[in-house]
């Protein structure tokens, strides 16, 4: 049954992004990073990122000329949604890395994942940063883009990261007596769990770096 489940979740999230991706081609973001944050949030969040981009994501279209009249969680829900899309493509190619190589840390692969995956994390979280600051910041040049993109986004990063790896851990160490491997329907079913509860551990940290001026609301 849970593997069933875990085909349906998955089938929900492949169809949710193609969806959504579909609509920007013809709806394209102001923000261009956008175009990829969407759909890849649809890969986890399923009909909920429909249901987020049509009621707040829409309004950011080249073409539609309607008023922003998103309130503040709202805009808190999209900037977090920027994070988990960098964090989200950390896994996708943090994951197949550590098991082609069958790293391991301290004898560990849940270790190894942490590590490779927290660093790819990391890495394109500040690239989807830079790309939402840059064309806002061209005059200050990419050096600046950078440190602000660093700033803004590693506290989102690590907050994001707490929830989903303490997914992980309860997924490899106390729900089953073997974990789920990445080949299979079941791990990345987990994974998108584990993408949910990083999203919500990482919407209170948006919401201050927003409220203090730190980060964008998007």
Partial sequence: MLIIISWIALGLGVLSAIGITYD???HPQKMKVMNFVWPINGLFFGPIAIWAYYKWGRVH?????????RGAHAKVFVSTSHCAAGCTMGDAFGVPLVAILSLTIMGSTLLAHYAVEFILAYLLGIIFQVAAIYPMNKKS???SSVKAAI???????????I???????????LLFSSPPAPNGPLFWFMMQIAMMLGFITSYPANWWLVKKG????M
């Avoid at 700033?151 to 990261?161: I, N």
């Avoid at 730190?214 to 609301?217: N, R, S, T």
């Fill in 214 to 217: 730190v980060k964008e609301a």
């Fill in 163 to 173: 929830g989903m790896f303490g997914w992980m851990a309860i997924v490899n160490l």
């Fill in 151 to 161: 700033k803004a986004d590693t506290l989102s990063l690590v907050s994001f990261e």
């Fill in 61 to 69: 279209a080249v073409n539609m000329n309607v008023p922003d009249n």
């Fill in 24 to 26: 920007i081609i013809n």
């Fill in 141 to 143: 040049g990419v050096r």
